[in-house]
């Protein structure tokens, strides 16, 4: 499931077909980071030392009680006629206990489940170190987004100080609409260097998830605003009936249940025996003795410990229940955020930029003209950027809501490719 996840994720952030690698660090996928995740961080490298814990805890449960061996001295100091090596009685005895009412298979169910209730765990973590690894990959994606988005602005820019500047020389603008134009050029240039330095931190952090100081790597330049059709919310609520979060109830409800049959188990005292031979130096005789004892009132003793037992055992129902909602809440949520998300992205693609990139057009060769102030154009190149971030930052949310339903449900949620990015 973890490599199944890993692809679905970096489906999500794919790089377009001519992307390039801005950098000369080595590239490096979602998949390849993953990776690096599952080896070295600390989390994880903690299951199998709980898994062999556990073993050993259910090697322990497998013990019957040990058998006991005695020697008994009588009469070794005493007075009068019963002193001396003469008086000495000595009796030389194995003890034990029968246990009685289930108590070894009972204890051996309780390591088992605890056993089991690893296997859930397990995969909580590997899918929560995925998202995490998937989050801090899309932040450096979403970065290099964000140059782009500054590089085309500073293009568009550094053609309006140029047009300002030769308008300047042939006298038809003041000299207050050049340092407007590259005002507005240094604030493009500084969104260039911001979204730069978001980009290291970006990887910085994403390289801290191995615990590694030095960033070695960079990653393609994918297209954050590919968003994949997802199947209908039913379906996808019906995947969290194998999320491994109920999984993990549905494991500690089996602890609980092990736990009361070894509660019950106590109803039935056990047995201790013993048996050994005794020998009088003074008589020269030996004799066979022996014994067993019971404990009485073991249901008034048990019946608390069986009482609560049951308790917990119900309660687990209870909470499956309530996490079942939560999670349920928890995926509504964010399959409409993405729903929501990729329709702004979709209609900022089709029906908002294309108007603004010919609006944008249209005043430059206006304000060339003398037709138009030089706010005119400015404010239209604003508002070009302005809707690009817009369009990325809905592209954010959704990949962020997609990573989180991924989380959630743990199965491929892609809809069919053909489907392309329509709502």
Request: aromatic content about 4%; overall charge neutral; some cysteine.
């Amino acid at each position: 499931m973890w490599k199944r996840l890993a692809a679905l994720a970096a489906l999500a952030m794919a790089p377009c077909a001519g992307a390039q690698v801005t950098s000369s660090a080595v590239p490096l996928t979602l998949d390849a980071a993953i990776e690096r995740v599952s080896r070295t961080h600390p989390d994880l490298r903690l299951l199998p030392l709980q898994q062999q814990a556990a073993r050993a805890r259910y090697d322990a449960a497998g013990l019957a009680p040990p058998l006991v061996f005695g020697v008994d001295l009588e009469n070794a100091l005493g007075s009068g006629d019963s002193r001396g090596i003469d008086a000495l009685e000595t009796t030389v005895s194995l003890a034990g206990v029968l246990e009685r009412g289930g108590k070894l298979d009972a204890r051996r169910a309780v390591a088992q489940a605890n056993i089991d209730a690893l296997a859930p765990q397990r995969e909580i973590i590997r899918l929560d170190m995925m998202a995490e690894a998937a989050r801090r990959y899309l932040a450096i994606t979403v970065a290099s987004g964000r140059e782009r988005i500054a590089l085309e602005d500073i293009e568009q820019r550094r053609r309006a100080v140029d047009a300002a500047r030769r308008r300047l020389s042939a006298g038809a603008s003041p000299a207050s609409t050049l340092i407007t134009a590259q005002a507005a050029l240094a604030q493009a240039e500084l969104d260039r260097d911001r979204a730069l330095q978001e980009g290291r931190a970006a990887r910085l952090s994403l390289a801290a998830l191995w615990n590694a100081r030095d960033v070695d790597f960079d990653v393609a330049s994918g297209d954050p605003l590919q968003l994949p059709a997802l199947q209908e919310f039913g379906q996808l609520a019906d995947l969290l009936e194998r999320t491994p979060e109920l999984a993990l109830i549905a494991g500690e409800q089996r602890v609980r249940q092990a736990q009361l049959q070894l509660a019950s188990s106590q109803l039935r005292g056990d047995v201790s025996w013993q048996l050994g031979i005794r020998n009088d130096r003074a008589g020269r005789d030996s004799s066979l003795v022996g014994g067993f004892s019971v404990p009485l009132g073991n249901a008034r003793r048990a019946d608390p410990e069986i009482r609560a037992a049951r308790s917990e055992l119900e309660m687990s129902a209870v909470e499956r229940q309530a996490r079942a909602l939560q999670l349920h809440a928890t995926l509504a949520e964010a399959h409409g955020r993405y729903a929501n998300a990729r329709l702004e992205v979709t209609r900022m693609e089709r029906d908002v930029l294309p108007q603004l990139r010919r609006a944008e057009k249209a005043a430059e060769t206006a304000w060339r003209a003398g037709a138009i102030s030089y706010l005119e154009w400015a404010q239209l190149q604003a508002m070009r950027i302005q809707a690009r971030q817009r369009q990325l930052d809905a592209a954010v949310s959704a990949q962020s809501a997609l990573i989180e339903i991924q989380r959630l449900t743990g199965q491929p949620l892609v809809a069919n490719a053909t489907q392309g990015i329509a709502p």
